[in-house]
């Protein structure tokens, strides 16, 4: 069982950046493909940002592209999604989760279907000014 734990949400005036970071349990982080979601209220949750097992692809939700950027240490079991000119579209929750299916399948590829995410953290506010 992976726990992941998000940090760094919050108010942010349009135009600003923020980071948030998320850090995993466990002893085989190595092991999972890892991503970002975020969802607003009534609406459904939707992909954000992904990073490979190790770290050779990322891919980017198309509203974001240029703006947000994917990281990852396995050494300290943490990835962080640094965003940048922040839009109030983009006000919502946050959440880190964490794909075992790419160990499974020994993929190098990002997968964004939500569905194969078995392990999510509890998300994070981000609220965009105007």
């Known amino acids: 069982q992976v726990q992941l734990v998000e940090l760094g949400g919050g108010p942010v005036q349009a135009g600003g950046s923020l980071r948030l970071s998320c850090t995993a349990s466990?002893?085989?982080?190595?092991?999972?493909?890892m991503g970002w979601f975020r969802q607003t209220q009534g609406e459904e949750r939707e992909f954000v940002a992904g990073?490979?097992?190790?770290?050779?692809?990322?891919q980017f939700a198309d509203s974001v592209k240029g703006r947000f950027f994917i990281s990852r240490n396995n050494a300290e079991n943490e990835v962080a999604l640094q965003m940048n000119n922040l839009k109030p579209e983009d006000t919502a929750v946050y959440y880190c989760?964490?794909?075992?299916?790419?160990?499974?399948?020994?993929?190098?590829?990002?997968?964004?279907?939500?569905?194969?995410?078995?392990?999510w953290g509890r998300g994070t506010q981000v609220t965009v000014s105007s």
């Open positions: 989760a964490a794909d075992y299916s790419a160990w499974l399948d020994q993929t190098n590829r990002v997968r964004t279907d939500q569905r194969n995410y078995g392990y």
């Open positions: 466990g002893n085989n982080f190595y092991r999972l493909a």
């Open positions: 990073i490979s097992r190790s770290g050779s692809d990322t």
